[in-house]
């Protein structure tokens, strides 16, 4: 009983988050004629209005981001042509990413250069957690096994990270920047409720992906700890 009530709240964790964004999304979804232009036209005018003209507005079909290595803006395809709030606000968040290149946001170059390192780690360290016990049964010296194992563990602890540091870099997108951009009057007062919920729930997208990072370390490391 215990068993599947942890379970249930590890299930809940994992994916409550990621349920309820998109939710959220779907539900602001609906086209609004009163509103000017359309999520990319929104982002062009915000980065021209921040002097970020350098900066490329783009659609993509790998989820809506600010990409800081190649200056570009990407949007969904709904969200870059669309006159929703959910295109509003969304895209209003990845112009926030924009401006927080442009300052210098610390936590921001963190993760770009964390991801970097995530990428090269998660690579080898999925062959070394695959290797170890090979390796360990033919040389029949567990040390190198041992060796291997940290090298999987330490490609797990930097991604974890990079999904820690995503978060607060999420959460100032929505409500340092993007929440006081939408309020000087790019939404009514009426859509200020329902804007907070949308830019909520483009900074919690990433949780899901933190809580399985810890979850996956944390199932490491006791599979490692001294018995």
């Not at 929703?84 to 990845?94: G, P």
């Not at 483009?202 to 990072?213: K, N, P, Q, W």
Request: glycine share 8%; proline share 4%.
């Amino acid at each position: 009983m215990h068993f599947v009530i942890t379970a249930l709240l590890i299930f809940a964790l994992l994916f409550g988050p990621q349920f309820w964004a998109r939710r959220t999304f779907k539900r602001y979804s609906s086209e609004q004629d009163h509103f000017p232009g359309t999520g990319g036209e929104l982002a062009r005018h915000l980065l021209d209005r921040f002097n970020m003209t350098e900066v490329k507005v783009e659609t993509t079909e790998r989820g809506d981001h600010y990409d800081p290595e190649s200056k570009t803006v990407r949007l969904s395809s709904q969200n870059f042509s669309g006159k929703s709030l959910t295109a509003i606000a969304v895209a209003c968040h990845e112009v926030g990413h924009a401006i927080q290149d442009k300052e210098g946001h610390g936590l921001l170059r963190l993760r770009t250069r964390l991801v970097k390192l995530a990428l090269t780690a998660e690579r080898i360290g999925s062959v070394t957690i695959f290797l170890a016990p090979v390796l360990t049964g033919i040389f029949k010296t567990p040390s190198i096994g041992m060796l291997m194992f940290l090298a999987g563990i330490t490609s797990i602890f930097i991604s974890t990270i990079v999904h820690l540091v995503t978060l607060p870099v999420e959460w100032d997108a929505s409500f340092g920047k993007a929440m006081p951009i939408l309020e000087e009057g790019y939404v009514n007062e009426q859509e200020r409720k329902a804007a907070r919920k949308v830019l909520k729930a483009a900074a919690l997208t990433y949780v899901a992906g933190s809580l399985a990072g810890l979850l996956n370390l944390w199932r490491w490391i006791r599979v490692l700890r001294p018995r």
